[in-house]
């Protein structure tokens, strides 16, 4: 096509496209889509017994973000008992939206995650073996986008074999063998908490990043180190090893900026000090800072 085709035929395209946009609506792209947002787990409590205990478990949620509480055959919670009272802030949602549920609806519409203390040490006890632990677990769920739910037994018996037996994967936190079985309301807390990647998005602690004090400024800290050693009368073999053994200190710690000049200052203040010692000395004839022998 020649040159003034080309361009007849781009006038035209383009009047074709001015007619067509005057009341078509704009189309979206698959691609502009925004991310489907990752479930968080539902949690459930079966059969629990003591309302205190939902009202910990409620409170534990709200810390990592969890909302959907559903109980299996839960004690009755009034709004001013001991569920309520343990709730905390967890009082206003979390708690007053808990729904009921039976145990086969869980096992119906989610994929289940069974919590244990005691456990099966090998292939033999198949509805406690394999078992993840917390951190296991979190790593593993990272990979499931489905609807899940962490379900936590009774407060004296946990989950029996015949529950375990009907749920996809079973967790148990780690503890000392002489005394493994947790507080129902306190292994829920460990639990979430191990879990809070996956349910939380930002937390209350600062970024914990540490940038590095540059380079310029630590090396004229270890010059300012090397002076006051100096200034302190130690042999030459001394004073190596100990600039030596700060230089590694130093790049063992990762002072921030603000660190290393708080010491810049303080060893120049040092420094300065010394300094002035020793010339009061001179001048007054005194015996020099003692060297070592």
Same mark, same amino acid.
């Given at each position: 096509?020649?040159?003034?085709?080309?361009?007849?035929?781009?006038e035209?395209?383009?009047?074709?496209?001015?007619?067509?946009?005057?009341?078509?609506?704009?189309?979206?792209?698959?691609?502009?889509?925004?991310?489907?947002?990752?479930?968080?787990?539902?949690?459930?409590?079966?059969?629990?017994?003591t309302?205190?205990?939902?009202?910990?478990?409620?409170?534990?949620?709200?810390?990592?973000?969890?909302?959907?509480?559903?109980? /299996?055959?839960?004690?009755?919670?009034?709004?001013?008992?001991?569920?309520?009272?343990?709730?905390?802030?967890?009082?206003?949602?979390?708690?007053?939206?808990?729904?009921?549920?039976?145990?086969?609806?869980?096992?119906?519409?989610?994929?289940?995650?069974?919590?244990?203390?005691?456990?099966?040490?090998?292939?033999?006890?198949?509805?406690?073996?394999?078992?993840?632990?917390?951190v296991?677990?979190?790593?593993?769920?990272?990979?499931?986008?489905?609807?899940?739910?962490i /379900?936590?037994?009774?407060?004296?018996?946990?989950?029996?074999?015949?529950?375990?037996? %009907?749920?996809?994967?079973?967790?148990?936190?780690?503890?000392?063998?002489?005394?493994?079985?947790?507080?129902?309301?306190?292994?829920?807390t460990?639990?979430?908490?191990?879990?809070?990647?996956?349910?939380?998005?930002?937390?209350?602690?600062?970024?914990?990043?540490?940038? %590095?004090?540059?380079?310029?400024?630590?090396?004229?800290?270890?010059?300012?180190?090397?002076?006051?050693?100096?200034?302190?009368?130690?042999?030459?073999?001394? %004073?190596?090893?100990?600039?030596?053994?700060?230089? %590694?200190?130093?790049?063992?710690?990762?002072?921030?900026?603000?660190?290393?000049?708080?010491?810049?200052?303080?060893?120049?203040?040092?420094?300065?000090?010394?300094?002035?010692?020793?010339?009061?000395?001179?001048?007054?004839?005194?015996?020099?800072?003692?060297?070592?022998?």
């Amino acid at each position: 096509m020649s040159g003034e085709g080309a361009e007849e035929g781009a006038e035209e395209a383009g009047d074709e496209a001015e007619a067509g946009s005057g009341s078509a609506e704009p189309t979206t792209t698959a691609n502009e889509n925004p991310p489907r947002e990752r479930q968080k787990p539902a949690v459930v409590v079966v059969e629990p017994e003591t309302p205190g205990n939902v009202g910990t478990i409620a409170r534990a949620m709200k810390n990592f973000g969890l909302t959907d509480l559903k109980l /299996v055959n839960p004690p009755e919670l009034e709004e001013d008992g001991e569920a309520y009272g343990f709730a905390g802030h967890a009082r206003e949602d979390v708690l007053p939206n808990a729904e009921e549920v039976t145990f086969d609806e869980v096992v119906a519409n989610y994929h289940t995650v069974g919590t244990t203390a005691i456990t099966g040490e090998d292939d033999r006890s198949h509805e406690r073996f394999p078992f993840k632990t917390p951190v296991e677990l979190r790593e593993s769920l990272k990979t499931v986008d489905a609807p899940t739910a962490i /379900v936590f037994g009774r407060e004296g018996r946990g989950l029996n074999n015949e529950e375990l037996s %009907r749920l996809d994967e079973v967790c148990s936190i780690p503890a000392d063998d002489d005394y493994p079985v947790l507080n129902l309301g306190q292994a829920a807390t460990v639990l979430l908490y191990e879990l809070r990647d996956l349910t939380v998005d930002e937390t209350q602690l600062p970024d914990t990043e540490v940038t %590095r004090a540059p380079e310029p400024d630590v090396e004229r800290f270890h010059e300012f180190f090397d002076e006051f050693l100096a200034a302190t009368g130690q042999r030459d073999h001394v %004073r190596e090893k100990n600039a030596l053994l700060m230089r %590694r200190l130093l790049g063992r710690a990762h002072p921030t900026e603000r660190e290393v000049h708080s010491l810049l200052g303080t060893f120049r203040k040092a420094n300065t000090k010394l300094e002035h010692a020793d010339h009061l000395a001179a001048k007054y004839d005194e015996p020099p800072y003692p060297k070592e022998q």
